[in-house]
């Protein structure tokens, strides 16, 4: 089956094909169409969705679908473009100062005043801001790899609105600007995955440069699926007890409720203590694996037996 064509996945079946088999990534159709379309009109993704259900994963698989590195950018509270960006390899260049004093001194003590000796020295090239001494960070490493990246900027909503702003350039044109040196273009448009748990709104002005895709907690089927696939080993029945009891826990009044991610780990758990079908004893026994306030496990061990029933 062919998948890729000049590096692209040539339908939204191979993008579906390709994401399971490489990052072993279950998506839906929705999806798959949204990364397919990324591809082809190199155009960021905007991902959002609750904490857990797959949003880094699908930027994680796609890097592995289509043979391009992941290059990732966590952001957080104060986060500036000297790290994100870049920044000046400020040791080398006091280095490379300490070895020009000496060439300084030889030309001012041969220049006539300070005239004739400000003229001598621009007459050198300056590359004390050059890009021998820049630093890249994420985002510059991703424009200047020539084979492509797979951008991850995750969870942008944890970034303040300056440093949102900041990032149009990038989602727009796929460049920066740094001060000293002018615009630098990309080699290669990377595939740019922008991930939020929309703990705050994010501006319009970003929502406009994005093709935006919400990942909801999948279905049970998707959800079984998803466990198949993730826990080879599961029994068809354990899987689908264990799905039906993480559906209907998270149709409860919890401060969190189970992601995708702690119904993976709650699938690894069982095998791995060699369960075979679940009982309120083993469930009472593994609630703190999916669950992580007190508060929710005491309200589901409050219904446990009418959850099972």
């Given at each position: 089956?062919?998948?890729?064509?000049?590096g692209?996945?040539?339908?939204?079946?191979?993008?579906?094909?390709?994401?399971?088999?490489?990052?072993?990534?279950?998506?839906?159709k929705?999806?798959a169409?949204?990364?397919?379309?990324?591809?082809?009109?190199?155009?960021?993704?905007?991902?959002?969705?609750?904490?857990?259900?797959?949003?880094?994963?699908?930027?994680?698989?796609?890097?592995?679908?289509l043979?391009?590195?992941?290059?990732?950018?966590?952001?957080?509270?104060?986060?500036d473009?000297?790290?994100?960006?870049?920044?000046?390899?400020?040791?080398k260049?006091?280095?490379?100062?300490?070895m020009?004093?000496?060439?300084?001194?030889?030309?001012?003590?041969?220049?006539?005043?300070?005239?004739?000796?400000?003229?001598?020295?621009?007459?050198y090239?300056?590359?004390?801001f050059?890009?021998?001494?820049?630093?890249?960070?994420?985002?510059?490493?991703?424009?200047?790899?020539?084979?492509?990246?797979?951008?991850?900027?995750?969870?942008?909503?944890?970034?303040?609105?300056?440093?949102?702003?900041?990032?149009?350039?990038?989602?727009s044109?796929?460049?920066?600007?740094?001060?000293?040196?002018?615009?630098?273009?990309?080699?290669?448009?990377?595939?740019?995955?922008?991930?939020?748990?929309?703990?705050?709104?994010?501006?319009?002005?970003?929502?406009?440069?994005?093709?935006?895709?919400?990942?909801?907690?999948?279905?049970?089927?998707?959800?079984?699926?998803?466990?198949?696939?993730?826990?080879?080993g599961?029994?068809?029945?354990?899987?689908?007890?264990?799905?039906?009891?993480i559906?209907?826990?998270?149709?409860l009044?919890?401060r969190?409720?189970?992601?995708?991610?702690?119904?993976?780990?709650?699938?690894?758990?069982?095998l791995?203590?060699?369960?075979?079908?679940?009982?309120?004893?083993?469930?009472?026994e593994?609630?703190?694996?999916?669950?992580?306030?007190?508060?929710?496990?005491r309200?589901?061990?409050?219904?446990?037996?009418?959850?099972?029933?």
């Amino acid at each position: 089956m062919r998948t890729l064509r000049d590096g692209k996945p040539d339908s939204v079946e191979a993008v579906q094909h390709g994401l399971r088999a490489s990052g072993g990534y279950v998506c839906s159709k929705e999806i798959a169409t949204t990364v397919y379309l990324a591809c082809h009109m190199a155009k960021p993704i905007l991902v959002e969705g609750p904490a857990g259900v797959g949003k880094t994963d699908l930027a994680r698989s796609a890097g592995l679908f289509l043979d391009l590195p992941l290059i990732r950018l966590q952001c957080y509270e104060g986060l500036d473009e000297s790290k994100a960006l870049y920044e000046w390899k400020y040791g080398k260049q006091l280095l490379y100062t300490q070895m020009l004093k000496e060439l300084v001194d030889k030309i001012i003590m041969s220049a006539g005043d300070l005239d004739q000796s400000m003229r001598m020295l621009h007459e050198y090239n300056d590359i004390f801001f050059s890009p021998e001494f820049l630093e890249p960070r994420p985002l510059l490493k991703a424009l200047q790899l020539e084979q492509g990246a797979v951008l991850l900027i995750d969870e942008v909503d944890k970034s303040d609105q300056e440093f949102e702003a900041f990032l149009l350039e990038v989602l727009s044109d796929f460049q920066v600007t740094i001060p000293e040196l002018g615009t630098i273009t990309a080699v290669s448009k990377p595939l740019v995955f922008v991930t939020s748990n929309n703990t705050r709104e994010l501006s319009e002005a970003l929502k406009r440069r994005c093709f935006y895709l919400f990942i909801a907690y999948p279905d049970p089927d998707l959800e079984r699926e998803i466990i198949r696939s993730r826990v080879p080993g599961i029994s068809e029945k354990l899987g689908t007890q264990l799905v039906s009891f993480i559906q209907r826990v998270r149709g409860l009044d919890l401060r969190k409720a189970p992601s995708v991610s702690e119904t993976i780990d709650w699938a690894k758990v069982l095998l791995l203590l060699h369960i075979e079908a679940l009982n309120a004893d083993v469930v009472k026994e593994s609630l703190n694996i999916f669950l992580k306030f007190q508060e929710d496990i005491r309200a589901v061990e409050n219904r446990l037996h009418e959850i099972i029933r």
